[in-house]
T-cell receptor
Framework: GEDVEQSLFLSVREGDSSVINCTYT??????LYWYKQEPGAGLQLLTY?????DMKQDQRLTVLLNKKDKHLSLRIADTQTGDSAIYFC?????????FGPGTRLSVLP | GAVVSQHPSRVICKSGTSVKIECRSL??????MFWYRQFPKKSLMLMAT?????????EQGVEKDKFLINHASLTLSTLTVTSAHPEDSSFYIC??????????????FGPGTRLTVL
């Protein structure tokens, strides 16, 4: 079946860049998403990328998509303590929407 | 951006009682709403998909008689946990989708409801 994988943990120092990686299996994905979940809260849509794009930049966030390798990444520049959260990537195709397990980002002072 | 609310945010109930959780899309019409369950430090598990005016589609292993879903309007879906037991304690999150295809396919999530069954 469809599968989305992420590394479960990432630690970075405040001010450094964070790169969160995601791989997916379904080549018919139309959109790929990054969501952020802070403790005890729901998911907040951060950004999305259409499957025919390679890159999308939005302020401190850069999304890179390698469709050939089915690899998606989220880069957060100048990571702040407020960026500490769980980041979920997700793919959508038709009516289906599949989430990865989430990467817990810890930002160290 | 699109806003989805959930009510209540936290509920504690006794074993055997039923609990209703509401999910509302505040500034858009949601043709489809989803209900997820999230276990501690785990990803989201899709429980069911509901389209306005029709019966919900439940994922394999989810008891439809225990988790009753009603999607009576384009802005409201409810999840009722019937005869709740301690193992039903979890974080329940709803999401709403405006349409099909394109960014409208994006799911917007509610803030979640923490259910604790004593």
């Amino acid at each position: 079946g469809e599968d989305v994988e992420q590394s479960l943990f990432l630690s970075v120092r405040e001010g450094d860049s964070s790169v969160i990686n995601c791989t997916y299996t379904d080549s018919s994905s139309t959109y790929l998403y990054w969501y952020k979940q802070e403790p005890g809260a729901g998911l907040q849509l951060l950004t999305y990328i259409f499957s025919n794009m390679d890159m999308k930049q939005d302020q401190r966030l850069t999304v890179l998509l390698n469709k050939k390798d089915k690899h998606l990444s989220l880069r957060i520049a100048d990571t702040q303590t407020g960026d500490s959260a769980i980041y979920f990537c997700a793919e959508s195709y038709g009516q289906n929407f599949v989430f990865g397990p989430g990467t817990r980002l810890s930002v160290l002072p | 951006g699109a806003v989805v609310s959930q009510h209540p945010s936290r509920v504690i109930c006794k074993s055997g009682t039923s609990v209703k959780i509401e999910c509302r899309s505040l500034d858009f019409q949601a043709t489809t709403m989803f209900w997820y369950r999230q276990f501690p430090k785990k990803s989201l598990m899709l429980m069911a998909t509901s389209n306005e005016g029709s019966k919900a589609t439940y994922e394999q292993g989810v008891e439809k008689d225990k988790f009753l879903i009603n999607h009576a309007s384009l802005t409201l879906s409810t999840l009722t946990v019937t005869s709740a037991h301690p193992e039903d304690s979890s974080f329940y999150i709803c999401s709403a989708r405006a349409g099909a295809g394109g960014p409208a396919d994006t799911q917007y999530f509610g803030p979640g409801t923490r259910l604790t069954v004593l």
